[in-house]
Each structure stands twice: as C-alpha cells, then as structure tokens.
C-alpha cells in the first residue's frame, strides 16, 4: 500500500490516525511527540496537495469558515500560505464578521455577495414554481418584499406559500393570498415542518438534537415510533427539501439543508424533552457507536451534558481533552477541560466527582502552560485546584503531580518578579 501510495508507511498511519482508521502502528509515528504528530500530518496534507497540483489544477471548498475549529484554521491558514505559486483555486465561504487573517494578500480576493435583487429574487421564484402554476404577481412581489433578498429565505418562504395552496397547488385562487406568505424564516420553516405531520416534526426535532448530520441507525434508535413510521417521515421530509439523504437506510446518513432548519427543529423543543431526547441519543451512540466514541468521545459528552448527566459528562470531556492533547491540539484540549470543569459545578461532591475533577485539573495544567506559559495564572490555578482535591483524595501521583505543576508556576513567577526588581 505505501508503495503504490508513493507514502512512507510512517505517514500512512499519520493518515489512518488522523482518519481514524485501524492500522498497525508504526515505529516512527509511536516515537513522535504529540507535537511533532502534528506538524508531521499538516506538512504531509500540504505535500499531498502540492503533488496532486503538480498532476492536474485542483478545486478546494471550505465552508462555513466562523464555524471552524482551531486545528483546521491553522491547516487552511499554511495552505492559503503556500499555494500562491500552485494551480490551486481555494473558494472558502463564511459570515461577514468572520475576518481572515490573509485579507490583503496579492493572491487573496475577498468577494463580498449582496442580497439579490428584485429582478433575481422574480427569477428564483419562478425557477422554484417552474413546475407548479404561476404564482400571481402580487405575491411574488410580497414574496421578495418580505424575504429582503436573502436566498434562504426567499426560497423556504417560496416553498412554504406552494405548499399552502390547495390540492391543485393554486395559490391565486386562495382568498387572501398575501396572508400566506410568513413574516420570518423561522415561520416559514416552522408552518412547513408542521404540515408535514407530528411525526416528521418530532423526528426532525429527534435529528436537529443529534447533530446537522445524523445516522438513520441512530435515529431510529432515538425516536418513539416505529422504525417504518421513521422512514415514511425521513422519506417527507426529504422530498420537502428540509433534509439531503445519502445511501439508502440502514445505511443511510442524513443532513439538515442548513443550520437554520436544524435550529428551528431544535428551538421547538421544550427543555425537559429536550433533555430526555439527548439522553436517549447518549444511549443510541454507546450501544451502536462504540467506536466512534473512542474516537470522538466529545460527542457523547456533549449529549450527556445537555442530559444533565453531568458527572458522566464530565468524564467524558476528560477522554475528550486528554485525546486532542495527544494530537497536540492544545486549543480543542483546553476547550473541552474547561467544559468538563463547569459541567462538574453542579454536581455533589462526592468521592468519584472529586477525583473526576482532579483528573481534569491536572490533565488542564500543563496544556495552559504549554500554550500560555509556566507563570500562566490559568495554570496555577488549576494545580492549586488539584492541590486541594489531593488532601480530600488518597491519591499519591496525584500529590507529586500537583505539587510539581504547582511549583513551576510559583518560581516561574517569583522568577519573573525577581528579573522585574533588577
């Protein structure tokens, strides 16, 4: 394989790592620091692209650019970098106050997109009701005076005013057909889910709670009705254009058209449903997904903590902070200890929660300082922290790696007051 590959078997357990693919472990990815793991996969992903440039022009798309986690910043940030010299086009998309720090690069053009026009608005709905009888002028016009130019919204609210019609699909004939045409996106979207059924409205619900993609299996898993209930509702909410299916079910996966639809079916969940539904999709993901629970163990903490199984999710920050320190992720590391200790806030103190939280205060430590430093005050903190939790916890290791972490703050920082007084 790594000769057909033109890789070095090193770098190809990088990739099976990165992708999270079982493979036996090589010598030369074992040896490496966390840090040198990673610099090692972001140079081989650059290297990949300059090769595959150098045999054909290549198209990159990334999206949703507010959206993106650290490590995947920086890897766009070296690849924008290098390809100024490569025939490589790289299209990223993201909200207007999302600022790339590339702008102003000679090989970088920043395209803003306006809302459309009335003229283009007038287009877009008659493309949508091509199939359909026309829609009279009038509502066309209170269509796109409502919809402000916004694609989205023009389209759902489109959709939302044919679907009102009668069976003939003729919204001219409606009495008083300006009233069907909904102020907001989020009416649309919700006037629409509910003309589909309770059914495909709690099973879109069921699936906004899992994610903006979700797995049929565990969907049917998660949802209270029969599983040919839950495909007749996946079926229509497919066919609305809610929801994009791929591969036919068991196998199937789904993804909400956009964020928006997947917040308003979520946003229609009252709080004690709400939770009930993350706590059975908690148990859907560990008794169906075990492996991609080691592999992203954030995604059950995430569901345990909207749960309000606080303690389990805490722990499961843990796994998730300790697993990208392994990557050297340091961000996303600090970010999920830091959840994991506010999850903790809530719940008693009692022996197993107190060494759940020492476990994330000295797994905390040496990110921060890694990051920010050894006289980072984030860093003392966390070991004082551990500190305490050390003399209410039989825990030797615990003591010396408290103690330790403790000490390289206080005479980093004594240090520092020492070079302030020459």
Same mark, same amino acid.
């Given at each position: !394989? ?20 079982? !493979?036996?472990?090589?010598? %030369? ?12 996969? *972001?140079?081989?992903?650059? @290297?990949?692209? $300059? ?8 198209? !990159? ?27 490589? *086009? ?15 690069? $000679?090989?970088?053009?920043?395209? $803003? ?6 003229? +283009?608005? +007038? ?28 694609? *989205? ?29 909904? %102020? ?5 979207? *919700?006037?629409?889910? =509910? ?21 049929? @299996? ?10 040919? @209930?839950?495909?007749k509702a996946l079926d229509r909410l497919v066919d609305a254009g809610l929801v994009f299916q791929r591969g ?42 075990? =492996? ?40 996303? $590391? ?13 719940? %008693? ?74």
């Amino acid at each position: !394989m790594a000769e057909a590959s033109g890789i070095a078997a090193g770098d190809l357990s990088l990739l099976a790592d990165l992708l999270s693919v079982s !493979m036996a472990p090589a010598a %030369a990815r074992d040896e490496l620091s966390p840090l040198d793991r990673k610099e090692r996969t *972001l140079a081989l992903l650059l @290297d990949s692209l $300059a090769a595959l440039s150098r045999q054909t022009p290549v198209l !990159m798309l990334f999206e949703d650019l507010h959206w993106m986690d650290a490590t995947s910043r920086e890897l766009l940030e070296r690849t924008v970098a290098r390809i100024e010299h490569w025939p490589v *086009l790289l299209i990223a998309t993201s909200r207007p106050e999302y600022q790339p720090p590339w702008l102003g690069q $000679a090989h970088v053009t920043l395209l $803003a997109l306006s809302r459309l026009s009335r003229h +283009a608005g +007038a287009a877009l709905v008659r493309e949508l009701t091509a199939s359909a009888h026309t829609l009279p002028p009038d509502v066309i016009d209170e269509i796109i005076e409502r919809t402000d130019g916004v694609p *989205l919204f023009l389209e759902e609210v489109t959709k939302d005013v044919l679907e009102s019609a009668d069976s003939r699909n003729v919204v001219a004939a409606l009495p008083g057909a300006r009233a069907h045409v909904p %102020a907001t996106l989020q009416a649309s979207l *919700l006037a629409r889910l =509910d003309r589909l059924g309770p059914t495909a409205r709690e099973v879109a619900q069921a699936g906004a709670a899992i994610g903006r993609d979700f797995a049929y @299996d565990i969907l049917v898993a998660t949802a209270r009705h029969p599983e040919a @209930d839950v495909r007749k509702a996946l079926d229509r909410l497919v066919d609305a254009g809610l929801v994009f299916q791929r591969g036919t079910p068991p196998a199937a996966t789904y993804q909400f058209k956009h964020a928006l639809v997947q917040d308003t079916a979520y946003g229609t969940l009252l709080r004690g449903a709400r939770q009930v539904l993350h706590e059975r999709i908690a148990a859907a993901l560990e008794a169906r997904a075990p =492996d991609r629970i080691e592999r992203e163990p954030e995604i059950l903490a995430y569901h345990l903590t909207e749960a309000g199984a606080h303690e389990r999710a805490a722990a499961y920050w843990l796994a998730a902070g300790r697993r990208a320190a392994a990557r050297s992720a340091n961000v996303e $590391a600090h970010a999920h200890l830091r959840r994991g200790i506010e999850t903790l806030t809530t719940v %008693a103190e009692t022996e197993s929660r107190l060494r759940v939280d020492l476990a994330l205060q000295l797994a905390l430590g040496p990110i921060v300082q890694s990051s920010l430093g050894f006289t980072s005050p984030e860093a003392y903190r966390a070991y004082r922290r551990a500190r305490d939790l050390t003399l209410r916890v039989d825990d030797d290791r615990a003591v010396f790696a408290a103690t330790w972490g403790l000490w390289l703050s206080t005479a980093g920082q004594n240090n520092i007051a020492r070079q302030g007084l020459v």
